[in-house]
């Protein structure tokens, strides 16, 4: 009880802090007579998207640069990234440039960033964004972009001088982007992200699968991290599938992971006799070069699984506490594993507020064997 109740202290300051801010900034908007006007479409000849979140959310924006290119192939397509997610536009033909805001900079390295930014005199800046923080609000505010759109909510709309209303509802994720999009007169019906590897990068994760004595094709990726304690199925119930796997399939395995996924990692190989293949990679590039070579990915609802469905790659996904309408895959050879009958299911919350991690527990590793004995990946 005293966690749940830590829960609710913590969420009633927030929304009296939102509250707060969003009247502070909304009458700020009126005196400041902020008007809401949209850019003619063929007038556009520069466009700066903002998304230096995470790599996940940047692979979900890859289907927004290509409506972007598509209608408008002579605009300049600069994309802000995040030290993190910038290696996912590599190789992309429908970003002309990228540019990288770092969070962590100097007071004045920021200041010269954003110096820099509005000495291009952009023509519009797009934040598609649609939570509360204020960070990449305030960014496409001070590009000193003639229109800066985004989505009215919690006062965030202070910085914009085009503005759409705040999404009601469980909406998905990849239509964030799209949707803003609209009002400018852009629309798309491909919502498959995309990332795109070199040769090289393909040379590379073939030379590495043969130094790792990998040498069939039929390859289960295994990728067992996740931002949250709660989006993460058990170490050892992925010991026990990669055991499962081996027992009742011809397919090898590689555990696949980042730097802050070690420590699982090392937990899921102690229960495992003999060892697997193990990649953990700091390079994002190579992770998605070696996972492109995989019949099949087991993980998370993280990261990963949208990198997975960009590179064409099936998954099987276990998705506990997230909002299922959100953060489901796209596409259809993707299989997803949740408890829709749990009382507490979609809860969002990244601690277990009743203490049983019910919705990954229940979930047991002859469930996710079946499936792939089932479906024949």
């Not at 939102?18 to 009458?27: D, I, M, Q, S, V």
């Not at 005196?31 to 520069?46: A, D, E, H, K, T």
């Not at 119930?237 to 590689?254: C, H, M, P, Q």
């Amino acid at each position: 009880m005293p966690h749940v109740s830590k829960i609710s202290v913590k969420s009633i300051f927030k929304a009296i802090y939102l509250n707060a801010r969003c009247f502070a900034l909304k009458t700020l908007s009126i005196l400041l007579f902020q008007r809401n006007i949209f850019p003619v479409i063929r007038n556009i000849g520069s466009i700066l998207l903002i998304r230096v979140d995470r790599v996940g959310d940047m692979v979900l924006s890859t289907h927004a640069f290509r409506a972007i290119k598509v209608l408008l192939p002579q605009v300049h397509l600069i994309v802000m990234a995040s030290p993190a997610n910038a290696p996912v536009l590599k190789n992309n033909p429908d970003v002309d440039e990228v540019i990288v805001y770092d969070r962590s900079a100097s007071l004045l390295e920021k200041i010269q960033f954003i110096n820099g930014l509005r000495s291009r005199h952009l023509d519009l800046a797009i934040d598609p964004y649609t939570d509360y923080e204020l960070k990449t609000a305030w960014l496409a505010g001070m590009s000193g972009a003639d229109h800066r759109i985004g989505y009215a909510a919690f006062g965030r709309e202070f910085f914009f001088n085009c503005m759409s209303p705040k999404i009601e509802g469980n909406k998905h994720f990849i239509d964030g982007a799209t949707d803003l999009l609209k009002h400018i007169g852009i629309s798309s019906e491909n919502r498959k992200p995309a990332i795109y590897l070199g040769a090289d990068e393909q040379a590379w994760a073939n030379q590495w699968l043969q130094e790792n004595r990998v040498q069939s094709k039929k390859i289960v990726a295994i990728h067992p991290g996740a931002y949250y304690e709660t989006q993460r199925w058990l170490p050892e119930y992925y010991a026990g599938l990669i055991n499962l796997i081996r027992r009742n399939t011809s397919f090898e395995v590689v555990v696949l992971g980042g730097p802050s996924d070690a420590l699982v990692v090392e937990d899921i190989l102690a229960g495992i006799k003999p060892h697997v293949c193990v990649s953990v990679q700091e390079d994002i590039r190579k992770f998605f070069a070696i996972l492109a070579q995989c019949r099949l990915l087991v993980c998370n609802n993280s990261g990963p699984l949208h990198c997975a469905v960009a590179l064409g790659i099936p998954t099987i996904s276990f998705m506990g506490p997230t909002i299922k309408e959100q953060w489901m895959p796209i596409g259809e050879s993707h299989r997803v594993l949740r408890l829709d009958d749990l009382p507490c299911i979609g809860c969002n919350l990244g601690r277990c507020k009743i203490r049983t991690h019910d919705c990954m527990r229940l979930i047991e590793p002859k469930d996710v064997v079946e499936i792939i004995v089932k479906e024949c990946f």
